[in-house]
């Protein structure tokens, strides 16, 4: 059974830094592209991160230069390395695992298949 879990959210101070892990398990993931979402209260999903087999990577804009996503193939881990961070960075963040994308940076909901519980940041001003 492939199972996701995401720590190393927490409250910080803005323009502080946290860095989220994601452990999988059931499988090998070190084919599949992989990425990081975020659910603000009251607000839609957002895409954050992506990186695929290759180590390629692609972020969105709000986090360009902010938020590195990396991977560790043996430990089966994808982290997301958030730096100055901002009061609206504050989300549940969700790491998923796209089985059908290897080479490929997915960056909808619907191109990932198994999704993590989420762990909250919250970033006070």
């Known amino acids: 059974q492939v199972q996701l879990v995401e720590s190393g959210g927490g409250l910080v101070q803005a323009g502080g830094s946290l860095t989220l892990s994601c452990a999988a398990s059931g499988r090998t993931f070190s084919s599949y592209a992989m990425g990081w979402f975020r659910q603000a209260p009251g607000k839609e999903s957002e895409f954050v991160a992506a990186?695929?087999?290759?180590?390629?990577?692609y972020h969105a804009d709000s986090v360009k230069g902010r938020f590195t996503i990396s991977r560790d193939n043996v430990k089966n881990t994808v982290y997301l390395q958030m730096h100055s961070l901002k009061p609206e960075d504050t989300a549940v963040y969700y790491c998923?695992?796209?089985?059908?994308?290897?080479?490929?940076?997915?960056?909808?909901?619907?191109?990932?298949?198994?999704w993590g519980q989420g762990t909250k940041v919250t970033v006070s001003s």
């Open positions: 990186i695929n087999s290759r180590r390629n990577t």
């Open positions: 998923a695992v796209a089985t059908f994308q290897r080479d490929n940076l997915p960056r909808l909901e619907r191109e990932f298949n198994y």
